[in-house]
């Protein structure tokens, strides 16, 4: 028992030493407002009741950050986590002896669409990119929102998509652009 427990304290060892790696790694790419990376910035949205709403300081930091902000989105939408990696993930906040800043790869998705939704149209040039996203299943739930959170630059691309092959890709892209299309950008259950 001693022997496993001691290759699992190596191995989380391990993942938060690489963790710590790509973090000084992506740090200095990542764009900040007020001395505050986006990441910290996008934590805070997280954690705001109805983020989409653009209201409190952290929609406000997105804002000035302004379309710097897009790649960095773009790279959290299509992020991907491993299942090893999730279950560390989900592990570490189960136990309370430490916290470490690990967010999943959906969490990061959600978060990235609710920039997305606060920048608006200013986020259009990732519209092709993001367009790429829709194939994969895993990531093309969130590449709508993205779309969607785009807003109306979006219509010429969620036309086609509702030409495409998969039935997933068609239904959602003629959902969405009836939202779009009638100029609703809220959240309705109609």
């Known amino acids: 028992m001693k022997g496993r427990y001691q290759k699992l304290v190596l191995i989380l060892l391990g993942v938060a030493g690489a963790a710590l790696l790509f973090g000084v790694l992506l740090r200095s790419r990542e764009p900040a407002y007020q001395g505050k990376r986006l990441s910290a910035w996008l934590s805070d949205l997280a954690r705001t009741p109805y983020p989409e709403s653009g209201s409190g300081r952290a929609a406000e930091a997105i804002r000035a ?3 710097n902000a897009v790649p960095y989105l773009v790279k ?5 986590d491993p299942r090893f990696m999730e279950r560390i993930i989900l592990w570490t906040r189960k136990q309370t002896l430490v ?3 690990l967010r999943l790869a959906s969490e990061r998705r959600h978060a990235a669409c609710d920039a997305l939704f606060i920048l608006g149209d200013k986020a259009k040039g990732a519209i092709p990119i993001i367009t790429a996203l829709l194939d994969d299943k895993d990531l093309s739930g ?3 929102f993205a779309l969607f959170a785009i807003g109306t630059n979006s219509i010429p691309v969620l036309r086609e998509a509702c030409r495409d092959g998969k ?3 068609r ?8 939202k779009l299309s009638s ?3 809220g959240f309705t259950t109609s």
């Open 65 to 67: 950050i302004g379309t």
């Open 76 to 80: 959290n939408l299509k992020s991907k």
């Open 99 to 101: 916290r470490p800043p």
């Open 142 to 144: 969130d590449a709508f």
């Open 167 to 169: 039935r997933y890709i």
């Open 171 to 178: 239904t959602q892209a003629a959902w969405l652009l009836g």
């Open 183 to 185: 100029g609703n950008r």
